[in-house]
């Protein structure tokens, strides 16, 4: 597996287990496949758990869960009726229109969860059900059985274009959600906009 492979699968193992740790301080999820996502002990943490260091361990965490390595995952580890409520949208902004998929409520989310993909990605990636160890699936349909909202979305390059598109998507979809807690993971080069 790629290095840059290696990293965004890390970080997003790591923003999912972070995002659990956050959201546990003021909101309650419901579990999803649990049993079958455990992680490991803490390595290490910071900020009252809003930087935590995992075990991250490819092997275990992607490649078990594979049927078919990097590319299918074994079925346990999916639930893909959340494609029910996944739209392809577009958000029309200053910065320009930004296509973006979002997952569970669009209005009103309790949480927001916000996943920036890499080099050669695209919003198809962070909706993909069955790759990266169905990690993508876990974290749809975590917002959607929770009240909240997962987008995954385009954008033109990791400079100050897709920076201004990023944070325009994230601007519609705070006022939409005033209350919600917003979080941003990063793949890869996606990291340069975080």
Known sequence: MSFRLRIFLTLLTSTAISLSAAVAQTLSLKPFKDDLFGYPATLSSGDNGAYTVLDYR??????QRDEVPEKRVHAQYTEPGVRKVQQDLMLKTD???????????????????????????????????????????????????????????????????????????????????????????????????C
């Open 58 to 63: 490819e092997m275990r965490d992607i490649n």
């Open 95 to 193: 910065a320009g229109d930004v296509r973006h998929v979002a997952v569970g409520k669009t209005e009103g989310a309790a949480i927001i969860v916000l996943y920036l993909h890499g080099q050669g990605g695209s919003r198809k990636q962070g909706v993909d059900d069955f790759t990266f160890g169905g990690n993508f699936n876990r974290i749809k349909n975590l917002m959607a059985e929770n009240g909240g909202l997962y987008l995954s979305p385009d954008f033109p390059d990791f400079g100050d274009k897709g920076a201004a598109q990023v944070s325009a998507l994230i601007d519609h979809y705070a006022e939409t959600s005033p209350s919600a807690k917003i979080f941003v993971a990063c793949g890869s080069m996606g990291g340069m906009l």
